[in-house]
């Protein structure tokens, strides 16, 4: 069942806080070089990959000095900020050494509430993948307080991935992870939680049981992506989440293997 995903031709691919900065609270280098080594083999391979990336926040604060993730929206804005540079910064060096050209969007809500603005953005996505350039998405956290507050919209960049596999009409969503995908309880208090590695329907005891808020560099949780897997399903994307501590799993994942949980298009839930 699992090699349909191979076919995917369109791909969201969104990456978490804790798998792009280290411990030293910093860019972790070595995943990057891994991630762009990975998507530019996609893309020489014909695929259209998009990438959803986290962390301007996070590697913000530690860029001007903050010792805990600030509290103020303001400060977080400003985190943001400078973060997105050190941000795309690495990204533009690492891919280009893949020989891959990126290009910066950063959206807010107000692309799905106006038509034009939402056509605009899709004709800017659809031009770059035709230029064979990777897109890197992220929010607007300067001038957008939706994530920043936790205010449900995008809300994180989970849901943001999930909006951005609809606006271009993914074949497939990859959600990257610091966990191996959807537990039927919380594996780190649970000895006995299983893995699902096929969800053929979000039911309500599916939602009640992605717990967690997320780490401490993120906004996101397990139900910020049941959320994101409700979006894109039923709008036909497939979904996996997976963890991302090394990229090459996304290969893993193209290759039809059984790993992470596959959240399956097409289907309802309760």
Do not use: H
Not at 6 to 33: D, P, R, T, Y
Not at 237 to 247: L, Q, T
């Amino acid at each position: 069942m699992r090699k349909k995903l191979a076919q995917a031709q369109k791909i969201v691919i969104k990456m978490g806080s804790s798998q792009l900065i280290g411990e030293s609270g910093f860019l972790n280098v070595a995943v990057i070089g891994r991630l762009a080594e990975t998507l530019s083999s996609l893309m020489r391979s014909g695929k259209e990959v998009v990438f959803v990336t986290s962390g301007a926040v996070a590697i913000g604060a530690r860029k001007m000095g903050y010792e805990n993730k600030p509290k103020e929206a303001r400060e977080k804005q400003a985190c943001a900020a400078v973060g997105q540079v050190a941000l795309m910064s690495v990204y533009a060096e690492l891919f280009s050494l893949c020989g891959v050209q990126v290009a910066q969007i950063l959206l807010t809500k107000d692309v799905l509430e106006n038509e034009k603005r939402k056509q605009n953005v899709i004709n800017t996505f659809n031009e770059l993948l035709g230029q064979e350039i990777l897109p890197i998405v992220n929010e607007n956290d300067s001038v957008s307080i939706e994530e920043i507050e936790n205010i449900p919209r995008f809300g994180d960049n989970d849901n943001l991935a999930s909006v951005v596999a609809s606006l271009i009409d993914a074949d497939l969503l990859i959600l990257l992870s610091d966990i191996d995908g959807y537990y039927d309880k919380n594996p780190r208090e649970f000895k006995e939680a299983r893995l699902l590695k096929e969800i053929k329907q979000i039911t309500p005891e599916i939602i009640k049981n992605a717990q967690g808020a997320g780490s401490s560099v993120g906004t996101g949780g397990m139900y910020t992506k049941i959320e994101a897997a409700k979006f894109a399903i039923k709008n036909g994307c497939e979904m996996v989440i997976a963890n991302g501590e090394d990229p090459r799993v996304i290969l893993e994942i193209l290759e039809g293997k059984e790993v992470g949980s596959w959240f399956v298009a097409g289907l309802r839930d309760e």
